[in-house]
């Protein structure tokens, strides 16, 4: 099969012809028919995230992936094959940029057929983190206001949808085309942050929920209640800082969770929340998908069809 390794930190990507993996007691294989990146992929891949995610080399990037079950191990009684499903895994395991994948069981979700592969692909990590961020960790609920920075990325994007449909109020950040699509995605409030000074506009905010680092980080400190939450996915939050303002800062780590999944699986398929895909590449345009989400302009996901 192929697959897109590295062979180190810092080493490139590259579309190599290995052995297709044969599933333990407790797991399945899977034929992935599409994969999607994530920041995370890049960060991973230039070491930046070694303390918390240490790889093992030759390493396959890729979390989050859409197919269908191809062989099932001896314990794995539950799945069939032929069954759809889509996969997070962890992010030290990988294993999603190829053309077949080995699941743990308990990791899997079963994908309705009205959802498409491409679609589902983009959910895991994006959606997961959001809800993770929002509801497990800082318990936002109705007549709540949040900041999501970066509403018009993956995870941003699917935190609008989540936090409009518990009535809290919304505010997004955002530029260029992403300004109507934090709109059009229910955002009560938009600030284009490339012409506009968030702090100056926002203040008393229950969540932030921060998608960059950085300055932006910093000055969100000052723009939530006392006793506000920030969560920040980027980089760790300053301890300091959050004590300052009397307010809570943690630091995001996405965990997959096949029950939460499910949960967002079923939101996809009733229409209740959409994957908004910045683009669709090939198997062979890896490198392009890549660089465009290590770009970081990307407007949603990035889904590489795989078969």
């Not at 080493?11 to 190599?16: A, C, F, M």
């Not at 094959?81 to 395991?93: E, I, K, L, N």
């Not at 961020?133 to 318990?139: G, P, T, V, W």
């Not at 920075?149 to 518990?166: E, N, T, W």
Request: hydrophobic share 45%; glycine share 10%; with cysteine.
């Amino acid at each position: 099969m192929k697959a897109v390794r590295i062979s180190g930190y810092n080493e490139p990507l590259v579309l190599e012809d290995v052995d297709i993996p044969q599933p333990g007691p407790s797991e399945v294989l899977v034929r992935v028919h599409a994969a999607a990146l994530n920041p995370l992929d890049f960060k991973l891949q230039r070491g930046y995230m070694h303390a918390f995610f240490p790889l093992t080399f030759p390493y396959t990037i890729g979390t989050d992936y859409a197919g269908v079950v191809e062989k099932t191990g001896s314990l794995s009684s539950h799945w069939r094959v032929g069954d759809r499903v889509v996969v997070g895994s962890q992010a030290t395991q990988g294993g999603a940029i190829a053309e077949f994948a080995i699941a743990d069981s308990s990791n899997l979700v079963r994908l309705p057929d009205s959802i498409s592969f491409a679609d589902a692909a983009g959910i895991p990590v994006a959606a997961g983190t959001a809800w993770q961020a929002l509801f497990e960790m800082a318990n936002l609920s109705k007549g709540q206001t949040v900041l999501i920075h970066a509403g018009a990325g993956g995870v941003g994007s699917f935190a609008i949808q989540f936090a409009r449909q518990v009535g809290a109020r919304v505010i997004a950040t955002a530029s260029g085309s992403g300004l109507e699509i934090v709109r059009k995605l229910g955002a009560d409030q938009v600030i284009d942050y490339k012409s506009q000074d968030f702090q100056g506009m926002v203040s008393d905010v229950d969540v932030v929920l921060d998608t960059i680092g950085g300055e932006t980080q910093q000055k969100s400190y000052g723009v939530l209640r006392t006793g506000g939450s920030l969560l920040a996915t980027s980089a760790p939050p300053d301890e300091a800082l959050a004590k300052a303002h009397k307010v809570s800062a943690t630091f995001v780590f996405h965990e997959p969770v096949a029950s939460r999944l499910s949960k967002i699986v079923r939101k996809v398929e009733d229409g209740s929340a959409k994957v908004l895909v910045d683009c669709q590449q090939n198997l062979a345009d890896f490198q392009a998908a890549f660089d465009h989400q290590a770009s970081g302009r990307a407007k949603g996901k990035i889904i590489l069809a795989i078969a």
